[in-house]
Each structure stands twice: as C-alpha cells, then as structure tokens.
C-alpha cells in the first residue's frame, strides 16, 4: 500500500503544465485579422495619396479619388519641378536643420538628463524643478517673437529653425527616466571604482546602454522639425524655406491663381483652362516629395523606437 493511500489522501488526476501566454489558434487568427486590418487602414490613405498624385486633374473632377486610377499622369510632377532649384533649395533647407536640430537636441537633452538622474548629485531638485517651470508655463507668442529677432537677432537666420528644438524638457525627463531604471547603479559605481570621471562613465558606458531612449528622443525630434512650418513663416521672409513652408506658400499661390482664372471665366470663356490647373493632384504631390524621406528613415528607429517609448510610458 503507498504513502498516500495509508495517508488516506487520494491523489486527484495530473494537471498538464499549461504555458499562460499560450493562445489558443482561433485567438491567433482573430488577432492576425485584426493586424492586417490595422496595416491595411494606415496604408491605404498613403496608397491614395500616392495614386491621386499620377492622376491628372480633369479625372479627378470627374471621377472623384480612386485607388487605381482610369488614366495615369506626370502632370503634376512636371509643373511641380518645372523649376527644381526652388524643391531642392527647400529640401536641402529641410535636411540641414532637421541633422542639426536633432543632433543638437540630442545632445542638450542627454547631457542634462544624465546628472540630474544620479542621487548623488546635490541640487537634483532644485534644477529638475528649474526644468520643469518650463513646461507649465510659457512667455508667449509676443514675447518668444521679440527675444528671437531683438535679442537674438535671427530674423531671415537658418538658426530660426534650428534653436527652438535644441532642447526640450519633455525629453529630458524621458532621458532621465531611462537613465534612472535601466541603468543599475552598480554599473556606475563598478565604473568609478576601475578609475573611470564622470565624462568617460557617461560616454564609454551610460550612453551604449541607451540606445532606445536616444533613438526615441531622435525620432520624434527629428518628426517635430521635418514637420516644423510655423518657425520659418515667422521667422523667415528669404527664399530661405524649408519642405513644409514651400507647400504652404506653393498651395496658397496655385489657390490663388484658380481663384483668379475663375473669376476671369465668367466673363471670358476659360472654364475648360480651370481643370487643367493642379490642385487636389498639386497637393497630394506635395505630400509624397515630404513624407518619403521619413517613412525611409522610420524602420532604423523602429526598435529602438518601441524599446524607449516603453520606458519612458510606464515608467515615467
């Protein structure tokens, strides 16, 4: 007779060993669908836009918006680089500030994340509070205006647009937040007792350790000065301009210019001039030459990218 019989304790059936992540296969395909359906409604309006910009502009006052156009056109690229020096001109004004300001930012935000993170470091508060004033409170439009043209003295400066990103408290605290729980503290102390200051501690060992809050900081600033317009609009009156100002101004003036053969039309015979005059194609044009270069560079950030979003979400 066993133990557990003379025990009086019956042994009930065995339990399999169940993993708990485990899903069962109808759970799996019910999330595949609903993946694919997620991809398929973020990629079909950039689809659109890149379908309606080969389509010239009577079919699309005929036909509306489609996915796969009746007639294919390069209208609207050929008006838009009939003078290419005014497109490169703006994207090399683009490309300058967005390296520059993100770079620049970059750097401002890690090095004043890094101290600001270590308990040993005196006034930790006092400064974090310094930082953070800045976030709640804002001088305004009127006074940001007078401080960078008076002061500063960047009225028409390529500065303008690159000053502004420079540092950003927001991201100072995702920095910090990163430093403080992935970076053990005993990997800092192990680097001080090996004879290593500050500045080797932070270049050879802290800043290789994270990656993914560098390359989130670099992401969404680098999406924040390729999108920026309104700092040239304030700031610049050259032909100084970057991507986003050049289609604000190009679609303003293509506006303009129907709104003036129309008016013409009603008394002299230009109404068929009126459609062959790019707009809705014009605009979508303008968005494909300025979300390229982005959607290229998003799948080298894309891992680290989620790594440090996660951080700086749960563990802010």
Known sequence: MSSATSTGIIPGPRRKNLDPNRMSPTAV??????????????????????????????????DGYKLFPTSWSLDTYKFLFKDPSVVFNAYYVTIFTTVVATITGLINCSLFAYPISRKDFKFQNEVTFFMFFTMLFGGGLVAYYIVMT?????????????????????????????????????????ARIDGAGEWRTLMQIVLPLSLPGLATVALFTTLNV???????????????????????????????????VSKMG?????????????????????????IGPIILAYPFFQKYFIRGLSVGAIKG
């Not at 993946?35 to 973020?42: D, H, Q």
């Open 29 to 62: 395909i019910i999330l595949n669908i609903i993946f694919i359906l997620g991809v398929i409604v973020c990629i079909a309006p950039v689809l659109l836009i890149i379908s309606v910009s080969f389509t010239s502009e009577a079919n699309i006052l005929k």
């Open 150 to 190: 008076g002061v500063f003295g960047m009225r028409d400066n390529i500065l303008a647009m690159i000053v502004p990103y420079s540092f950003n408290a927001f991201w100072v605290i995702v920095m910090r937040t990163f430093y403080k729980n992935q970076i053990p503290e005993s990997v800092i102390e192990s």
């Open 226 to 260: 390729w999108n920026d317009w309104f700092n040239c609009v304030l700031f610049i009156n050259s032909d100084m301009i970057n991507l986003q100002t050049m289609i604000y101004r190009a679609l303003r003036s293509v506006q303009m210019l129907r709104d003036i």
């Open 266 to 290: 009603q008394s002299v015979d230009l109404g068929s001039d009126v459609s062959k005059l790019p707009n809705e194609t014009f605009r979508m044009a303008l968005c494909v030459i300025s």
